[in-house]
């Protein structure tokens, strides 16, 4: 039982190149979510997802898309990447809950550290 | 919109006890969390506290939660060299299932 498996765990890229981090779950989990931690600014949610087929906007989700085809699945792309787009990004997975109710306790990844010249 | 306030840094010695105190804003919330992330590691589950209760206590860990004043701190016993960690502060969103974090607590303990 591996949790949230995040690959690939660093990468560098140039401004204007595009690349796709994927999150892997395998405890059946129906949400899933992207976080991004940047120094002094906390985790801030880039998208989520609350089931296979479905995605909804974070806080923060410009210059991002993702796409959750499996449920077990969630990809986070950046189209263009730009400077602004260095950080250390987190997945993270959790169990239905309806709304109003349940702890919604969330399984973080180990992150992926993303470095854009 | 939630938003969830720390301070940046705190340093114990080892044996003390630490508090890590934590505000928010929405107070519909219904649950709170505090989540440990060790250098280079992803967020681990502390523990986390139903809004209809004022303390929680798990081993060295005492939650207390004043929903007065949206106020909610993290105290850890016999404070180790190996709890030295960001401590993150988080809220439930009303209606949804998504987590408002704080910036997080720096906790450095020193021998």
């Known amino acids: 039982n591996a949790g949230v498996t995040q690959t690939p765990k660093f990468r560098v890229l140039k401004t204007g190149q595009s690349m796709t981090l994927l999150c892997a779950q395998d405890m059946n989990h129906e949400y899933m979510y992207w976080y991004r931690q940047d120094p002094g600014m906390g985790l801030r949610l880039i998208h989520y997802?609350?089931?296979?087929?479905?995605?909804a906007k974070g806080e923060v989700p410009d210059g991002y898309n993702v796409s959750r085809l499996k449920k077990q699945n969630f990809l986070l792309g950046l189209e263009s990447a730009a400077p602004s787009q260095t950080s250390v990004y987190f997945c993270a997975s959790s169990l239905r809950n309806r709304p109003y109710s349940g702890a919604n306790v969330l399984t973080f990844g180990a992150g992926s550290r993303l470095t854009v010249l | 919109g939630e938003d969830v306030e720390q301070s940046l840094f705190l340093s114990v010695r080892e044996g003390d006890s630490s508090v890590i105190n934590c505000t928010y804003t929405d107070s519909s919330s219904t649950y709170l969390y505090w989540y440990k992330q060790e250098p280079g590691a992803g967020l681990q589950l502390l523990t986390y506290i139903f809004s209809n209760m004022d303390m929680k206590q798990d081993q060295r860990l005492t939650v207390l939660l004043n929903k007065k004043d949206k106020h909610l701190s993290l105290r850890i016993a016999d404070t180790q060299t190996g709890d030295s960690a960001i401590y993150f502060c988080?809220?439930?969103?009303?209606?949804?299932?998504?987590?408002?974090f704080g910036k997080g607590t720096m906790l450095l303990v020193s021998p």
């Open positions: 988080a809220e439930r969103n009303s209606g949804y299932s998504t987590l408002t």
């Open positions: 997802s609350v089931g296979e087929g479905t995605t």
